[in-house]
């Protein structure tokens, strides 16, 4: 994950905001002729942004207009993407209808927001879309009934960088947004897809998923449970966004996977994992061994260590279970959120090469 820069952050726009623009200023030009350029529209909060166009174009009964991303100073993998709507005359009465264009994903699975067989545009910019049609339509006396198909060229590319194909969107990228801003370093678009998988493994029927720090522990769990795709949440650093969404949506079964740093923090008591945002407490650990019995000298080399790993292999070392200690009281920091959901969590913590080193079984 990109670390945040210091000083005031500038905000961007998301795609479904890109794509609403783009439609507006497609569809205006469907119906005059002319490209507004800058196009303003009107997001859920009342916010009235304007958009410079990128590319335009039209014919009889069409009219496309492009928009490049600006997603402020947010490490979002689709800044300067080209989003891309083009509008077509619809049939009378069947209002707006949605289109996936190139590099815009099909949802194939169950518990998404929308339906296998949809394109993969979400139900907040639908609606900015229908609403910005709906405006036109009644400025210039026309019906509103059009076909909108929304494409981001290289957005397949781009979307084997995201978790659309673990959640069984193919062919391309999600149009996502609910207010159509993005905050910088909010990281809404990682946890709403942490949301989103557990809505598929539920939809599917899966009782048993994982959330896992990295791809060493993810793997590790996977080859552990033969867990499908489908049941690996991406927690990444993201431990409270998982347990908190699974606490409303509960799957019987979760494994967390991570390595002994990342599962320190969570024994701690953070639910954010990420280095900028918590700390390994090296007193903490050294209390740990001093319960465990250590020596003072053990116990004070803890204390001053620079790493994790280093305390652990001090452990080690000693036949002093810290690993198993720790994963206890990540669990029951886990089992405290999800509490009363009947959401069992088991631990199981891993060494950099996908080593099982410590383990708090919940089943």
């Avoid at 990682?190 to 793997?219: K, Q, Y």
């Avoid at 886990?334 to 410590?358: H, K, M, P, T, Y």
């Amino acid at each position: 994950m990109a670390r945040k820069p210091e000083g005031p952050l500038r905000r961007g726009w998301t795609t479904g905001a890109c794509a609403t623009a783009a439609t507006a200023a497609a569809y205006t030009a469907l119906l005059t002729g002319r490209f507004p350029d800058p196009v303003t529209i009107t997001l859920p909060r009342g916010e009235t942004p304007s958009f410079a166009l990128a590319l335009e174009g039209h014919g009889p009964g069409w009219a496309r207009a492009g928009i490049v991303k600006d997603a402020g100073d947010d490490p979002d993998v689709t800044h300067g993407a080209l989003v891309i709507a083009e509008v077509r005359r619809g049939a009378a009465g069947s209002g707006v209808a949605f289109k996936a264009g190139p590099g815009v994903g099909t949802v194939t699975l169950p518990g998404l927001p929308v339906p296998p067989g949809e394109p993969a545009i979400n139900p907040v910019p639908r609606r900015m879309m229908t609403e910005a049609v709906a405006r036109i339509a009644a400025e210039h006396g026309d019906p509103g009934d059009v076909v909108v198909e929304i494409s981001i060229p290289d957005g397949e590319k781009l979307a084997r960088k995201t978790w659309n194909p673990r959640l069984g969107i193919l062919g391309g990228l999600s149009v996502l947004g609910t207010t159509g801003v993005v905050v910088p370093f909010s990281c809404s678009a990682w946890i709403h897809s942490i949301h989103r998988g557990i809505d598929v493994a539920r939809a599917l029927g899966l009782i048993h998923v994982a959330g896992c720090t990295g791809s060493t522990s993810e793997a590790a769990v996977a080859a552990r449970y033969g867990l499908p795709d489908t049941a690996l949440l991406d927690m990444g650093d993201f431990a409270g966004g998982l347990l908190k969404y699974l606490k409303a949506h509960p799957i019987p079964r979760l494994t967390i996977g991570g390595g002994f740093g990342k599962l320190t923090k969570l024994a701690q008591g953070f639910l954010d994992l990420h280095s900028g945002r918590s700390e390994v407490d090296f007193d903490w650990l050294g209390d740990r061994l001093a319960e465990a019995g250590a020596p003072a000298g053990m116990v004070e080399q803890a204390r001053r260590a620079n790493t994790a790993k280093q305390v652990l292999d001090l452990a080690s070392g000693a036949g002093i279970p810290l690993a198993d200690m720790v994963a206890r009281r990540a669990q029951a920091t886990a089992q405290g959120v999800v509490e009363d959901s009947g959401v069992a969590v088991e631990i199981l913590v891993f060494d950099r090469q996908g080593g099982l080193v410590g383990a708090a079984h919940g089943w």
